[in-house]
């Protein structure tokens, strides 16, 4: 199970900080990554990030996001700056099956996913 949290209500130019804890099984070695969706759009890749912390982003997000893991705790991060109003989204993290190491942008890639929270950044 994937539980995404830490979403919230935040004005264009502050940052949020977004984390995905793994329950009932370890993700440590799985590809993981964020992807989110806007209103009457489809679900988009954000950041992806392997198990030895190489990490792919979608240039509309590259040098503002960070994504980063912590296996320790089985937990996936998204760090969020100068956040836009078109970064609104509902944001879900997700995570492609167990042996699989190379890091694709495309939903489908992923086999497990959270439930999702909510990012609205106000103008």
């Known amino acids: 199970q994937l539980q995404a949290s830490g979403g919230g209500l935040v004005q264009a130019g502050g940052s949020l900080r977004l984390s995905c804890a793994a329950s009932?099984?370890?993700?440590?070695?799985?590809?993981m990554g964020w992807f989110r969706q806007a209103p009457g759009k489809e679900r988009e890749f954000v950041a992806a990030?392997?198990?030895?912390?190489?990490?792919v982003y979608a240039d509309s997000v590259k040098g503002r996001y960070t994504i980063s893991r912590d296996n320790a705790k089985n937990t996936m991060y998204l760090q969020m700056h100068n956040l836009k109003p078109e970064d609104t989204a509902v944001y879900y993290c997700?995570?492609?099956?167990?042996?699989?190491?190379?890091?694709?942008?495309?939903?489908?890639?992923?086999?497990?996913w959270g439930q999702g929270t909510q990012v609205t950044v106000s103008s």
């Open positions: 009932g099984r370890s993700f440590n070695n799985n590809v």
């Open positions: 997700a995570a492609r099956g167990p042996q699989i190491t190379i890091i694709h942008t495309t939903r489908r890639s992923y086999a497990y």
């Open positions: 990030i392997s198990r030895d912390t190489h990490t």
